[in-house]
């Protein structure tokens, strides 16, 4: 919103930076619209009003110092995805898509997040859980700002990305990513990040119950869950939810070069 009209106050004694009038107009990028290849139709989008949201690709996750390994679990097939995720930032911010990190990050006395919540997580109260500080020494675990809430270093996180934390499966609930989509025009969302069928697939039914078009980067998602799980959760979303395309249909679409072009030029 920007002042206009004549320079004379409004009342005195109100300074120089009073106007007789202001404007509500906003300004508007030209639309660029693409066709991109998905299922289970293809469809045009512009990438003026996209952007990409990566899900929960923080070290608590991720990293052999994490909580999830700390635990005995693999992380081998959340980590799969983190070449696709890297060439699917870099396309997004090649095109002029904002990239939006979107990473659990709890209060260090859990407050915002239920006790039950809690105690599942600590799978009844015989691990650490929630703001409990972490076996491998490195913070509070999922505490936003402590190392565990942190993205991987795998992954390329620019200075004009942004960071939404969220503490919920959803990131959109009680927190400020719905307000900052609309804030920059956003209308559709690509989704990226783990796990498919839990924190990302829970964002993608919200922002689509929240009115965003909604397409899901298959190959830019990973789960620890079964494929069984996976297969219907990519049907639930082609049923009712958005679309479903690849990293390389999304970088054909933003101009960005193949895969097989990358390990060329390598």
């Known amino acids: 919103m920007q002042p206009r009209g004549g320079s ?20 508007r990028k030209p639309p660029r619209i693409v066709t991109l290849e998905a299922s289970p139709l293809r469809l045009e989008l512009d990438l003026t009003t996209t952007a990409l949201l990566v899900i929960d690709m923080q070290n608590d996750f ?61 799978r009844g109260a015989h691990g650490p859980t929630y703001g409990d500080r972490s076996p491998s020494g490195r913070g509070r675990i999922l505490v936003r700002g402590d190392w565990g809430a942190e993205t991987i270093e795998d992954l390329t996180v620019a200075p004009s990305d942004l960071l939404v934390y969220k503490h919920r499966l959803s990131g959109f609930w009680d927190n400020e990513l719905d307000s900052i989509l609309r804030a920059r025009g956003i ?24 009115g965003y078009d909604c397409i899901l980067v298959e190959d830019a998602c990973g789960t620890t869950s079964p494929d069984f799980v996976r297969d219907a959760v990519l049907y639930i979303i082609r049923l009712a939810h958005g679309m479903v395309t690849t990293t390389d249909a999304f970088c054909a679409a933003a101009g960005a070069p193949k895969l097989a072009e990358v390990r060329k030029a390598g």
């Open 8 to 27: 004379t106050p409004i009342g005195a004694g109100q300074g120089p930076t009073a106007y007789d009038k202001v404007s509500f107009v906003r300004s």
């Open 62 to 122: 991720l990293h052999p110092d994490g909580w999830v390994a700390s635990r005995g679990g693999d992380t081998s097939r959340v980590r799969a995805p983190i070449p696709a995720i890297e060439r699917t930032t870099s396309a997004a911010r090649s095109a002029g898509v904002p990239v939006i990190w979107v990473n659990w990050g709890v209060r260090p006395d859990h407050a915002n997040v239920s006790e039950s919540f809690v105690e599942r997580a600590a």
């Open 187 to 210: 209308t559709t969302l690509l989704f990226s990040g783990i796990n498919t069928d839990r924190c990302v697939f829970t964002s993608l039914q919200d922002g689509n119950f929240l």
